[in-house]
C-alpha cells in the first residue's frame, strides 16, 4: 500500500506497552503515531514516551478535547513534547463528545465550534511566543506566556471533525483534519466541507492533512471481531455527537434505533441495531490482505493518513497487527 501509514496509541495496558509499540512501528516502517485521549494514559505522556524511544516517525494527539485542558496546559504540554521530538509533534484538537466532556469530567459541552475555534487561536498564539488575550464565548486566557523556547519549526494544528460545521472549520483554521469511524461513502462528503473551509482562508482540501483513525482487526473469525465491534459501537453511537454523524453517514434507521434502545436501557435493542453492514463499512475487519485493500479503499477516496488502531486482547496481539499490515 503506497503513502502514509500511521499507527494508533496507547496500546493497553500500560505506557510502557505504548513505548514498545512505539518503537515496534517505526522499526516497521510507520510513517506516523496518533495518540488518542480517551480514557487511558495520558496522551502528552505517551506522546513523550514515544519521542524517546524513535527518531524519525511523527508524533500526534487524536485529539485532545478542547474542554478538558486549558488552553495554557494543552500549549505548555505540546511544546514540551516538541523538544522531546523537534519537527516531529503534531496537536490534534477536537471538540470530542459529551461523554467524555460532560459525563466524565463535569463540564457543560456546550458550544463546540465556538470552543474549538477559540481554544486553537489561543493555543497557536501561546506556541507562536504570544501573550494570551481573549475573551471569548466559551473561554477567557490573558497574560499567559510560554517560560521555555518557542518551539520550532511551529507546531501544526490539527482539528478533529466529524458532521459539517466542524469539518468546515478545520478546513479554514487547521492544517490538518482528523477523522473517525466513518463508511468509505461518507469521505467524499465530508471533504467537501474540509474544502468549503479550506477556501474562507485561501487554500484548497489537498492543501490540509487527512487522517483518520480505523478500528481494524486482523483475523479470520469475521464473527467474534463483529461481535466485539458491536459491543463497542453502540454505546459510542449513542452519544448525540455520533448519533447524529452515523445518520448523516447513511445509517439513519441504525441511529434511530440505537438511540431509542439506549434510551430505554435496552442493550440487546442496541446491539441489534448495529448491523452487520454498519460494522462491515465502518471498521476493517478480515485477512491482512482484504484489511490492506480496504484501508486503500479509504485512501483512494481522500484519506492521507490511515491509521491503524488494533483492537486487540493484549500488546501482543496488537503488535501483531501492526506486522501483518506493516507498509510494503
Known sequence: MAGKLAASLPIPPSVPASQRAARRAEELGYESLWIADSGGPDPFVVAAAAAAVTSEVRIGTAVIPAYTRTPPVISAAAASCAELAPGRFILGIGASSENIVQKWSGIPFKRPLSRVRETVTVVRGILAGEKSDLSGRTLASHGYRLQMAT??????????????????????????????????????????????????????????????????????????????????????????????????????????????????????????????????????????????????????????????????????????????????
Open 151 to 328: 518551539p520550532s519549526p511551529p507546531i501544526p494544528i490539527h482539528v478533529g471533525a466529524l458532521g459539517p460545521p466542524m469539518l468546515e472549520l478545520a478546513g479554514e483554521i487547521a492544517d490538518g483534519v482528523t477523522l473517525n469511524m466513518m463508511p468509505v461513502s461518507a469521505v467524499p462528503r465530508m471533504l467537501e466541507h474540509v474544502g468549503i473551509g479550506a477556501a474562507k482562508s485561501g487554500r484548497s482540501v489537498t492543501d490540509l492533512e487527512i487522517v483518520s483513525r480505523f478500528m481494524v482487526c486482523v483475523t479470520d473469525d469475521r464473527e467474534s471481531a463483529r461481535s466485539f465491534m458491536r459491543a463497542f459501537f453502540g454505546p459510542y453511537f449513542a452519544t448525540s455527537v455520533y448519533n447524529r454523524f452515523v445518520a448523516w453517514c447513511g445509517f439513519e434507521q441504525q441511529a434511530h434505533e440505537i438511540l431509542a434502545g439506549w434510551q430505554a436501557k435496552d442493550r440487546a435493542r442496541v446491539g441489534a441495531a448495529v448491523t452487520d453492514d454498519m460494522i462491515d463499512s465502518i471498521a476493517i475487519i478480515g485477512p491482512a490482505e482484504e484489511c490492506r485493500e480496504k484501508l486503500e479503499a479509504f485512501r483512494e477516496a481522500g484519506v492521507t493518513t490511515p491509521m491503524i488502531n488494533p483492537i486487540a486482547g493484549d500488546e501482543t496481539a496488537a503488535l501483531a497487527m501492526f506486522e501483518a499490515l506493516a507498509p510494503r
